[in-house]
């Protein structure tokens, strides 16, 4: 499971700014182009942001638009010319809560339980262009279990198109608790701590040889076990912990199970993964080891590879990942 929550004043639409420039015609303003606030997608960057802007059609169906930048610290190819397939799945995360938040009547300050996530994306509509790319979601949810329930889970499916073509699509269920519901959940783990800095943690895996190029990206530590490493991430990290939590993010533990694929292929090649689909189990606390383990998939086509992903704390099953993809080799 992964919690992602913010302690804000409840806002509860979008207000896309419209103002005229001098020389325009005052009959047609033009419209500004903003992110959605900070808060609906729980990121404490404005940075971080990748919506900018959620309609709702009808009862069921969103439109969404938002922005992905030519060059970001963490979603980055090796190469620097594609954009990096983990993208897409903040991007699903971050559409679930915009429209939660904008146009449900979730709260801010309510809990996010996040029970899985998948995509399926297009490799080239990846490529990075000569500009920022923009993109537009076609959002459906569904409503799961009775509606006047104190926790619903919700269905969330996307597709994602660039330029008009469909650049990804992907599937989300979550569950939205109130702060109330989540004290009873979680109880005494509520104050944990995000544990030992990374000065402390055992010497993570050297970058070129899980698909990073930067030390501060590693979020594994080698074991005595073939395929089998340890979780540790640093909780430094000003992406993959944005903000405060008592929790280890969901966004970490997908950034293990690519970690882990490239891990396998060797250090001169790197997964692309382009097909994923993530259960979490449970929560991956603070402080207590957390061992993820993979293995190849069999009969992959030429070119691609497949690996599945396991993570295990304290001898219990925190979340099963499968991810596919083409393989690049530098």
């Known amino acids: 499971m992964s919690v992602l929550t913010v302690n804000e004043p409840e806002h509860r639409h979008i207000d896309r700014p419209e103002r005229c420039l001098p020389g325009d015609r005052q009959d047609e ?26 309609t709702r059609v009808d009862e069921t169906h969103f ?7 030519r060059a970001h610290t963490y979603f980055n190819s090796s190469d620097g010319r594609r954009h990096d397939p983990l993208q897409l799945a903040e ?41 920022p790319t923009d993109f537009t979601v076609d959002a459906v949810i569904a409503t799961e279990g009775r509606k006047n329930a104190a926790t619903v889970k919700r269905r969330l499916e996307v597709t994602i198109r ?32 995000p544990g030992p800095g990374p000065e402390e943690h055992p010497v993570r895996m050297d970058p070129a040889e899980v698909g990073r190029t930067l030390p501060s990206d590693v979020v594994l530590a080698p074991t005595d076990r073939p395929h089998r490493w340890l979780l540790a991430s640093d909780t430094r990290h000003p992406v993959m912990f ?7 993010p969901g966004m970490v533990v997908l950034e293990a199970v ?26 991956v606390e603070f402080g207590r080891p957390c061992w993820i383990e993979a293995t190849p998939m069999p009969d992959q086509p030429d070119g691609l590879a497949g690996f599945t992903v396991t993570g295990r704390q304290d001898d219990r099953t925190v979340f099963t990942s499968s991810v596919s993809g083409p393989v690049a080799r530098y």
């Open 29 to 54: 303003p033009p419209r500004l182009t903003t992110t959605v606030p900070r808060e609906y997608v729980h990121r404490a960057s404005v940075a971080e942001v990748f919506l900018t802007s959620c």
């Open 63 to 69: 439109t969404l638009t938002g922005q992905w930048p």
């Open 91 to 131: 991007t699903i995360r971050q559409a679930g809560l915009c429209i939660a938040h904008a146009e449900l009547g979730v709260l801010l300050g309510q809990h996010f339980v996040m029970w899985d996530l998948s995509w399926a994306a297009a490799p080239e509509q990846l490529d990075i262009g000569a500009t």
């Open 162 to 193: 660039r330029d008009g073509r469909t650049a990804a699509t992907g599937t989300s269920r979550f569950t939205c608790l109130t702060p109330e519901t989540y004290r009873r959940l979680r109880g005494d783990k509520l104050s944990a701590s």
């Open 242 to 248: 944005d903000h405060a939590g008592d929790h280890i």
């Open 258 to 283: 690519r970690q882990a694929s490239c891990a396998l292929l060797g250090p001169a090649a790197t997964l692309i993964p382009v097909q994923a689909s993530t259960e979490f189990h449970r929560y």
